[in-house]
């Protein structure tokens, strides 16, 4: 992730060693690029030379088990009848706990909203801090036609996501430009009242 406009470039080096981090990519519009932003991140820390684990949870799409360069770990977290299981979930967590290196983790639009409020409720952002973790969720904002479908999820996340979690917003302008009424995403009311929570 980059450091947002306020960061220099060494303190920005700084957030990214000083825990191992859990990278979450969470948006509730599918076929924005989700996969690809997590695609992008184990890509990053192979370049780098990072430890890191990856886990698919996408219920319907599992796009980056497909990146066999990457390992991937492919985990299902909802049930039959669509409902986060959380004895799956709570393994999930023990194998993030028990790994000293970061982990990235791709979800779905379809559980979008099971695990994010499964995050709030449980205030997993606090108990991965408390066990010496980062947690940084990661939210794709896209231009066209899901643009307010996006910048919705993402202010869903800001406002309802604990403070201990990093927010890492993705513009992705693969449908058109991310503009409203003449504003850049920068001038856009959700940018402009969550700017404090936006690392990058």
């Known amino acids: 992730p980059v450091p947002n406009s306020n960061t220099t470039p060494t303190q920005g080096a700084r957030i990214l060693s000083k825990a191992p981090q859990v990278h979450v ?34 219920p319907v799409n599992a796009t980056l088990s497909g990146y066999r360069a990457l390992p991937v770990t492919r985990l299902e977290l909802l049930d039959e009848e669509n409902r986060l299981d959380t004895r799956r979930f709570d393994q999930l967590m023990e194998a993030i706990v028990a790994e000293r290196q970061n982990v990235v983790i791709d979800n779905g639009a379809a559980s979008f909203l099971p695990l994010s ?84």
């Not at 184990?42 to 698919?56: E, I, R």
């Open 117 to 200: 409020h499964y995050f709030v409720e449980n205030s997993v952002p606090e108990f991965l801090a408390s066990q010496g973790r980062e947690l940084v969720i990661h939210s794709t904002v896209t231009g066209g036609q899901a643009m307010l479908d996006t910048l919705s999820g993402l202010s869903s996340l800001c406002t309802q996501m604990q403070n201990e979690a990093r927010i890492v917003v993705w513009l992705n302008e693969y449908f058109g430009p991310i503009k409203a009424e003449g504003k850049n995403f920068e001038d856009m009311r959700v940018y402009v009242e969550n700017r404090e929570r936006i690392s990058g």
């Open 25 to 58: 990519m969470l948006q509730g519009k599918g076929g924005v690029g989700k996969s690809l932003g997590s695609a992008l991140i184990g890509q990053w820390h192979q370049v780098k030379g990072v430890p890191f684990s990856m886990f698919d949870t996408d």
